[in-house]
Structure formats: C-alpha cells, structure tokens
C-alpha cells in the first residue's frame, strides 16, 4: 500500500529530525573554559585572507595570531608603540647602512628548535624572494640586493638577499641600500620574525599548524573557522601569557559577535559594530575600550589627472579641506570612535615620535565661509563636481561620505558640489584606484605597519613611492625625507620629518580626515583587557577571573 | 519513464555550461581580484603578477573558463585566496547547509502542510482567516528582522539558545536557523496547500469517495491531499536550490559557516574559483531537484505518464 510506506517515511523523517534535536550538541558554543591563571579565553575572529606566514599577512586577522605565536627582534610597547629589544641582544651601527644584529641566547621555537641568527637570515630571504609569492615582501625593500632577489617585473636573479650575512650562530650583518637611521624600529613587524626549519622542510604541514616562538602554541587550528591557542610553558621571554589560552572563533558578521557577548557567549569582540555604538555603552560601560590605533584616514587626490596639478588645484583642495565639518562628522556619524585629523600622522606615536596635534594649522580647521572664497577664487572645482569614490562592500564608508559631501555643499552653497561615488567590491575599488582610472577624490586609508613617523610619510607621498596612488611628487619634500633617513639622532630625524610635514600643508595632496580607534568590548569573566597600537587585543596579558 | 529520465538529464549539460559560463563572466567582469589582496596598498607589481600568473588570471576569459572546466571534470574545482583548496571547502560548508535545509524543508513539510490541510478543510472558519493572517504577516516581514528578533529573545533575553552556531553546527543549534530561514516558505506551503484542498475538497473523486462511506481520515489522506500536494512539491522542490543559495542572510545572522558564508565572502573578495564551484554545485542540486521534483507527480497522480 503506496500511501501508508509514503506516511511511514513521513513520520520518520520527523522523528529522526527530533531525535537528532535532542541527542545533538556537544560542542559548548564559547565562553570557553576554567578559570583563574589557567582559564581560557573566547574571541572573535575574522577569516584571514591569505595563509598565515609571517611575511605573507597584511590584514589585522592574521597579524593577531602572528602576535601570539611569534616574538621577533624587537617588539612594539602594546601602550606606548616604543620598539623594544626582544629577541635582540643588541642592533649596532655607525653609519645608519650597515647594522650588526646580535641574538639574545636561549629562545627556542615551541618545536624545541633554537632560535638563531639563521633563523631571521633564512626566514627573510624567504620573505623577499619573488618566487614566494609574499605579499609583505616589501618590507626587505631597504636590505641590499632586495632589486635582484625581487624585482619590479621580470624575473629574479637571486634567491637571497646579498645585504643579509650570518657571522655567527647567534650574530649576523645587514647591509642598506640606503641610510635608514631609524630602520632598527621596523623590525618588530610580524614580516620580520624568525621561522624554524619545518617551515621550509614542509611547508603544507607548517601552514596547517603554524609553529612559532611566541607565549602561544597553536593547538587546534580549522581553517576559516577556529583556532585554538594554549600557553606554551616553555616560553623563555618575560611577557608570558598570563591565561591559560585563547580559542579564536569566526564570525560571520561582527553583528553577531556583539550579540554573542552580550549573552555571555564570548568574552572579547575587538570590532564594536558601527551599529551598535549608540547603546554599547549602556551595555557594557567599562569594559567598552575606544583607545588610538595607528590609522588614518584621507581623502586622495589624482595627481595624474593635470586638473589637479595646478595651483588652483591647491587651492581648491585647501579649500575642501576646510569645508569638512571634521568634528561633527566624528561625534554624530562615529561616536568619537574617530578623532579629528590636524596632522598626517597618528596620536599613537606620541609627541617624541612626531605627532603633533595642529600641525596641519587653519587648513585643516572648518572654516565655511573662507573654504567657499578659496574654493571660488580658484575658479571652482575641476571638472565642475567633486566625486568621493568609495567601496560599498564593507566599513560603512557611505554615511561618512555622504556626511563630508554634505558638509562641502553646505560650505560651498551648492547642492550638487560634492557627491559620493560607490564601487561595488573593495577589489573593484582598488583596481580603479591603482590603474588610475579615478578622475576625482577617493577615500583612502592608512594603517602603519610600525609606529613611526616615516611609515606615515615616506610610502603615502614620496615620488613613486608603493602607496602613493595619486602620484603626487614634490622635490621638497623627498628631499627632506631622504634627509631625516640619514640623521642618526632619532629626535632630528623626527623633527626633520615634521619639516617634511609642512610641505604637505602647503601643497595638501591628501586631505587629512581623521584617526580610527580601536574599538572592543569584553565579558565580566576577564580583565586587564587593552588594545596596542594597532589595535590588536594584547592577549597575552588578558587575566581570567 | 526512462527515456524520459535520459531525455532531462540531457537538458542539464547545455543549462550547466550556459549558467557556468554566465557565473564566470560575472565574476570576472567585477574586476582584477589582485587589486583587493594587498589591502589599502598596492601590492607591489612583481607579486601581483606571480600571483595573477598562479591563479590563471593572466590568461582570456575564455582560455580561463576551458581550463577551469577541463579541471572541474577531473574534480578540481581550484584554490581559494587563501590557500584552501575549494573541494575543501565545500567539504566543510554543504554539510552544514544541507543540515540546515532540511530543518527548513522538514519545517515546511510539518507545519506548513498540516495547516494547510486544516485551513483548507475549514474555508472562512475564524481559524482559517487567523492562519491566513499570520501567514500574510510571516511573508511580509524580511527574513534578517524574524532572524535578529529570534536571535534576541531567545538567545540573549531569555537565554534559550546559543545566539550563534558553533563551528561543528549540530542539528539541535540549527533549528531556529532552520524555522527562520523556512519561515517564508512555510508560509507559502501552508497557503499553497489551503487551496488546493480546498480546490480538490469539492471534485467530484472526493464525493465519490465520501459516497462510498470511506472514513474521513482516509478520503481526505489518501483521496484528497495526494491530489492537492502536485503544486506543493512543485514549490518545496524548488525551494530547496533556493533556500540552499539562499541561506546567506541567515547564516550571516546565526553565525553558520555555510555556502552562503563562503559565496558571500567568495563575492567580497571576487574569488572566481569559489563562487564558480559553489553555484556550479548548486546548479546540479538545483537541477537534480526540478527532476525529482518531476518524477514525484506520477507517483502522486497516476495518471501523468511520461514517455
């Protein structure tokens, strides 16, 4: 009898389906586990882009887990940004070429190997060959020999750096291309960190389970989805983990990471919701952190296009510049998640490592009535209408957008002044930005690879430096970065940077917009929670109640 | 019947190549996917050309689609941005998200048909215009709001649930999931069937039937609702490839690393490989239902015959 088989099968599937409902489970969704020195901590997590390999990653997901599982030479003070010795013995030069780099005695990677000047020698060559495919790569850039190991096309005639020289099991030379006085700071990127042999014996095997020389092991790590981290004992530095492990979880959407926390389900989210600003707050008062990161955001311009290359065109941008109503944007669009930019750097270098608040002088300050007199006395805007060009995908940079256009067409009395330009995917985006094909303004952001001046000014504005996308060239200020590059006194270079500074005022190629905060939110469960400059959770000092 | 089978499973091979193709072309009309990999920095010319070079992005469109074909029929479906393979992939996201569709479609099946069936049989009665109510309201209001608002009172409010799924996505956590992504379907089912039967209550086999002093129970299962469930099917059917394409809004919301997780992120990041072998794939399951789908209505009424 067909239809009774038919109802049978029909019950069935319910019951297996309600049987399942009740047997299923298993897996505790976060809040993690234990408590005290030995407790776990949960975190939300991005998927990384690119595989994890220290010169390879470039996004904040896969720099978080490079922080915990690698230590390099130097590493960066998670409150001040100050480059501090780590694995380094000492890093000595006379002339700002030619460094002799000496490595602390002791470190072993978590695999029981040691830790040797081979180890960083190997572990760059590596990073700088072309074959490689490391997307970090220019960070050897200033290494002697980096043109032949990766050149700008063609094909490599190296596999190693000449610059790089192992003199001893714990010492080796690096050789510049250039003076570099404050080159000793960079070393404390990731790019930079040392890598055992099993990374090059078997490479698929190490990029399942990375093994690193940092406070943390990896212990369980399910690609695009989780990573468990746990304490390794035998850590020898002194920033030991002061928890029992991290378990990193991925969300889909930061939304849900929000909403997981306040249900008690996790107990770190380091990316508050745009969203969910207004009440977080009221949800978690103290235990919501808005600390500076090292980013900055601008408005770029295209040089390429000789409408902008003019003096008029100087004015003009001058004049937009001070149409920006910068602090109510800020307050009412980001809820003091961001801080109005008066200078090309970021607040976490501090004052000593060139900060400094104002610099950018009236330029910068809104100003309506003197931004619409420049603006007009310059013969108005090329091309007739200012068109900020955006990715509309991710980073709710629409209401930011919209928000400055408003500003400028109120400033300027003209409805039609300033109009934002939407592009599908950031890829789309940064194609259009990097084959020249924008003919007006476009949103354009920075996040320091180190806390230094130079790596706000010298890869943004120097003639065909990497990053400058408009291909804005000012024989001043080259000059004067090439200057601060050759002082050996830190306090002149930084000071001579900030002369360098002056010319962007003058010439304003990029608007200055603002700084970005990091912004996270933790549980009642843990404590001594801090973001560091780059707005990496400092795990390792995150304390389990 | 055979022949017929043969016949439709034919018609697949141009529908496969022609939606491939157009997925293919979209994909890459977006753009130079390299361009997004380096982040807020150009990636410096030389590993930008390796990279274009590995992923077969140097090549024309066309020379690229062949030879991601020519692999497709080996089973290599290519690798991700990250490194993953894409059979790896899919090897973790359509287990979780045929988990899910079948609490979806289970939902439907369940609840969807049973009131239907007593809507139907119970036209202008005060239930019959409450569920019609309700189901108006269900269709109206967006999947993300009944989603957000489930997640919240039960997951946060009143700490039913887990408000998001874990990685391992048992089927128990899947079952709110399961009932929002179903729920606009579910309202369709119900309203589908309601009338049907409705339609079917009144022909003549059904008074035959009553006539011949069948049992209620039986005229109305084995007369009535068989005959009444032809368009059913026919939606619940179609509704599988959707709600399996479909599922990004509620996997975004529930945290489930599912297919439209890595489509959603294949499409932020313009990972041609990814979005080509994941619609690939759900084309076929798409297909392969309308077929079953098909094959169902001579089970149901005998007299469709194919030949």
């Known amino acids: 009898m067909r239809g009774a088989t038919q109802a049978r099968w029909a019950a069935c599937a319910v019951a297996v389906a309600l049987t399942a409902t009740a047997c299923g489970g298993g897996d505790s969704g976060g809040g993690g586990g234990g408590s005290g020195a030995d407790g776990i901590v949960s975190s939300s997590w991005g998927d990384p882009q690119n595989p994890l390999e220290p010169a390879n990653t470039n996004e904040v997901q896969g720099g978080k887990v490079l922080d915990m599982v690698f230590r390099g030479l130097k590493r960066y003070d998670p409150k001040t940004g100050e480059a501090k010795n780590m694995l380094a013995e000492k890093i000595e030069s006379s002339d700002a070429t030619n460094y002799t780099i000496t490595v602390k005695d002791g470190w072993t990677f978590s695999n029981g190997e040691k830790v040797t000047a081979k180890s960083f020698v190997d572990a760059w060559n590596y990073g700088a060959a072309l074959k490689n495919n490391q997307k970090n790569a220019y960070f050897f850039q200033y290494i002697d020999g980096y043109e032949k190991a990766h050149p700008e096309s063609g094909s490599a005639s190296a596999t190693t750096l000449s610059g790089l020289r192992t003199t001893g099991d714990l010492t080796f030379t690096v050789k510049l291309s250039q003076k570099f006085s404050l080159w000793p700071d960079t070393l404390g990127y990731a790019a930079f960190s040392p890598l055992p042999k099993s990374f090059f014996d078997d490479h698929d095997a190490w990029l399942s389970k990375p093994v690193g020389n940092g406070p943390y092991t990896i212990d369980q790590y399910a690609k695009g989805s989780s990573m468990n981290l746990r304490r390794w004992d035998g850590y020898p530095g002194d920033d030991k983990a002061e928890n029992g492990g991290i378990d990193l979880k991925v969300y889909t959407d930061n939304n849900t990471a929000y909403t997981d926390l306040t249900a008690g389900n996790l107990d770190l989210v380091d990316d508050i919701p745009a969203s969910q600003l207004t009440n977080v707050q009221s949800d978690l008062g103290d235990r919501y952190i808005n600390t500076p990161a090292g980013i900055i955001q601008t408005l770029a311009f295209p040089f390429y296009d000789k409408e902008w290359d003019t003096e008029n065109g100087r004015k003009v941008r001058q004049g937009l510049s001070m149409a920006i109503n910068r602090d109510q944007i800020t307050e009412q669009i980001f809820h003091k998640t961001r801080e109005p930019a008066s200078d090309w750097t970021s607040p976490v270098l501090g004052t000593e490592g060139g900060f400094k608040k104002g610099l950018c002088g009236k330029e910068c300050e809104y100003d309506a009535a003197a931004a619409k007199k420049m603006i007009d006395d310059a013969g108005g805007i090329p091309g007739g209408q200012l068109k900020i060009s955006y990715n509309a995908d991710t980073g709710s940079h629409k209401e930011w957008v919209d928000a400055v256009c408003n500003s400028i067409n109120g400033a300027l009395g003209n409805n039609r002044a300033c109009v934002g330009g939407p592009v599908g995917t950031f890829a789309d985006f940064r194609n259009q930005v990097s084959q020249q094909k924008l003919k007006s303004a476009w949103r354009a952001g920075w996040q320091m690879d180190y806390p230094l001046i130079q790596n706000f000014l010298q890869p943004l504005y120097y003639t065909n430096a990497s990053s400058n996308d408009g291909k804005w060239s000012n024989q001043k200020f080259d000059d004067l970065v090439d200057k601060a590059n050759a002082e050996t006194d830190k306090a002149t270079a930084v000071k001579t940077f900030q002369d360098s500074e002056q010319v962007l005022v003058e010439q304003m190629p990029v608007i200055p917009l603002w700084y970005q905060n990091g912004s996270a939110g933790y549980s009642d469960r843990v404590s001594n929670v801090a973001l560091n400059v780059f707005s990496v959770p400092v795990y390792n000092e995150i304390k389990v109640k | ?307």
């Open chain 2, 1 to 307: 019947m055979g022949r017929y089978v043969i016949r439709r499973l034919l018609q697949m091979i141009p529908v496969f190549f022609g939606t491939t193709l157009l997925i293919f072309l979209m994909v890459n009309v977006m753009g130079d996917p390299i361009a997004g990999l380096c982040g807020d920095r150009q990636c410096d010319p030389a590993t930008a050309a390796q990279l274009r070079a590995e992923f077969g992005l140097d090549k024309p469109v066309w020379q690229q689609y062949l030879t991601y074909m020519g692999n497709v029929f080996t089973g290599d479906f290519g690798t991700a941005f990250n490194g993953q393979k894409v059979t790896e992939l899919m090897a973790t996201a359509f287990p979780i998200t045929i988990r899910l569709t079948l609490v979806a479609i289970v939902f439907e099946i369940v609840i969807g048909i049973s009131l239907g069936v007593l809507t139907g049989l119970k036209r202008g009665r005060p239930v019959d215009t409450t569920v019609l109510v309700l189901t108006l309201v269900v269709i109206s209001i967006p999947t993300f709001v009944t989603g957000l608002l489930l997640q919240l009172l039960l997951g946060v409010k009143w700490g039913i649930i887990s408000p998001s799924v874990s990685s391992a996505a048992p089927l128990d956590e899947l079952i709110v999931p399961g009932l929002v992504l179903a729920s606009v379907s579910l309202a369709y089912v119900a309203r589908l069937t309601r009338s049907s039967i409705a339609e079917n209550a009144r022909a003549d086999y059904v008074r035959t039937a009553t006539a011949k002093g069948l049992p209620r129970r039986r005229v109305i299962t084995r007369h009535l609702l068989r005959n009444s469930l032809i368009p059913v099917i026919t939606f619940i059917g179609t509704d599988v490839g959707a709600l399996m394409g479909g599922a990004i809004v509620t996997e975004r919301i529930f945290n489930i690393h599912g297919v439209g997780y890595q489509l959603y992120q294949g499409i932020l990041r313009q990972n041609t490989q990814t979005v080509v072998g994941f619609v690939t794939i759900l084309v076929l399951v798409f297909l392969a239902a309308n077929l079953i789908v098909d094959l169902l209505y001579a089970v149901l009424d005998p007299r469709i015959r194919y030949a």
